[in-house]
């Protein structure tokens, strides 16, 4: 039989497989990926600073510290309506009918939709200003219904009726 201690192949072979692995794990973790409709803003876990550049979708050498704050980069839609689980529609009232002195607006329900994006050049402000992709949603769902019910106090009830394109015109821009 064989004696110990004359062939340390097997030795040198578990540490090159080790070496390898420790290298392939870490070479691994350097690597960070995006879905294709997604933006990423660079982002040192250490240091918490955060970059400039702004990439989209795919493989990125990022470095085993560092990693990407994902934004959507397609059309997001934010509906208010019954069948959204989180935002009902919205409920405001309307401007005050001039024939009638005491009218203080009729109380209405508005079931709207709407699209919006994120532009690169501004994701790193939005970041700043909100701290996630979350944050900035709830602040635009906010802003958004805001917006409409302001907008819908500024007719009279009987433009929901007799003007309905002029109040849905509005309420766009």
């Not at 004359?6 to 995006?34: A, E, H, R």
Request: charged fraction near 20%.
């Amino acid at each position: 039989g064989r004696l110990r201690g004359g062939d340390d192949m097997d030795t040198i072979l578990v540490l090159v497989g080790g070496l390898f692995g420790f290298f392939f794990v870490v070479s691994l973790s350097c690597i960070s990926t995006l879905e294709p409709n997604e933006y990423g803003l660079m982002r040192n876990y250490i240091s918490g600073n955060i970059g400039d550049d702004i990439v989209r979708g795919g493989f990125h050498l990022t470095g085993p510290v560092k990693g990407f704050l994902k934004f959507p980069a397609a059309q997001l839609t934010l509906e208010f309506s019954s069948r959204s689980m989180n935002r009902p529609p919205v409920q405001t009232r309307t401007g005050a009918d001039p024939n009638d002195p005491d009218s203080g607006g009729q109380p209405i329900s508005i079931t709207c939709a709407f699209q919006y994006i994120f532009l690169p050049e501004t994701l790193r402000s939005v970041y700043l200003s909100f701290g996630s992709y979350e944050a900035a949603q709830q602040r635009f769902i906010l802003l958004a219904g805001n917006m409409v019910s302001n907008t819908a106090q500024e007719f009279i009830p009987q433009d929901f009726w007799q003007h309905r394109d002029k109040v849905a015109d509005r309420i766009f821009t």
